[in-house]
């Protein structure tokens, strides 16, 4: 069974950083399209970014609103994929999902609370 579990959430001031993280069992990550989601309140849950599998060199993509600010990494040893989120704005404020790229339904795991206000 496989389980994907968000952590690294919080709140944050305009301009500053978190990391997410997201474990993984039951499922070897570094052979899998990961990909990183958020949905904000009242709207569509997003892909943020998306990292491939080692097979396809980890290439990453991201949207265009994160482009340059966040940064998405895979620890094959830990079987973890990451966030790095800087200079984060009002509008990154959001619930964000870790699942593979394109997402299963049944892997989509509580979230992390991402909030960004002064």
């Known amino acids: 069974q496989v389980q994907l579990v968000e952590s690294g959430g919080g709140l944050v001031q305009p301009g500053g950083s978190l990391r997410l993280s997201c474990k993984a069992s039951g499922i070897a990550l570094k052979m899998s399209a990961m990909g990183w989601y958020r949905q904000a309140p009242g709207k569509q849950r997003e892909l943020v970014a998306s990292?491939?599998?080692?097979?396809?060199?980890?290439?990453?993509n991201y949207a265009d609103s994160v482009q340059g600010r966040f940064t998405i990494s895979r620890d094959n040893a830990k079987n973890t994929v990451y966030l790095q989120m800087n200079n984060l704005l009002a509008e990154d404020t959001a619930v964000y999902y870790c699942?593979?790229?394109?997402?299963?339904?049944?892997?989509w795991g509580q979230g992390t609370q991402v909030t960004v206000s002064a």
């Open positions: 699942n593979r790229f394109p997402p299963r339904e049944n892997y």
């Open positions: 990292i491939s599998g080692i097979a396809t060199y980890s290439s990453t």
